[in-house]
């Protein structure tokens, strides 16, 4: 069983960066297959990105494409979410979500989440 945390939300201005932070315990890690979601207060859940197993491949919503890049260190449990060029319509809640069967961009098929992180982009 997966457990995970998120950090490295805060408040920034727009145009800004933050890099996100999702750590594993309690399971083979590099086994799985890694998604960041988001939620707005009043919205579904969204995609933002995801990883392979092993890193070699990523995907991206179209929304965020060319700004945020995800990646993973399988030797420290940690997957990351670097988000650049901030929007205050990225703000949210963001997820880490974890599964060891592809799950795609569908929240569902995610069986493990971690408890989030707030970004908060205001001018």
């Known amino acids: 069983q997966v457990q995970l945390v998120e950090s490295g939300g805060g408040l920034v201005q727009p145009g800004d960066s933050l890099k996100l932070s999702c750590a594993a315990s309690g399971g083979s890690f590099s086994n799985y297959h890694v998604a960041w979601f988001r939620q707005a207060p009043g919205k579904e859940r969204e995609f933002v990105a995801g990883?392979?197993?092993?890193?070699?491949?990523?995907n991206y919503a179209g929304s965020v494409k060319g700004r945020f890049s995800i990646s993973r260190d399988n030797d420290r449990n940690t997957v990351y979410l670097q988000t650049n060029s901030l929007k205050p319509e990225d703000t949210a809640s963001y997820l880490c979500?974890?599964?060891?069967?592809?799950?795609?961009?569908?929240?569902?098929?995610?069986?493990?989440w971690g408890q989030g992180t707030q970004v908060t982009v205001s001018s």
């Open positions: 990883i392979n197993e092993d890193g070699s491949g990523t």
């Open positions: 979500a974890a599964d060891s069967y592809y799950a795609g961009t569908r929240a569902p098929g995610y069986g493990y």
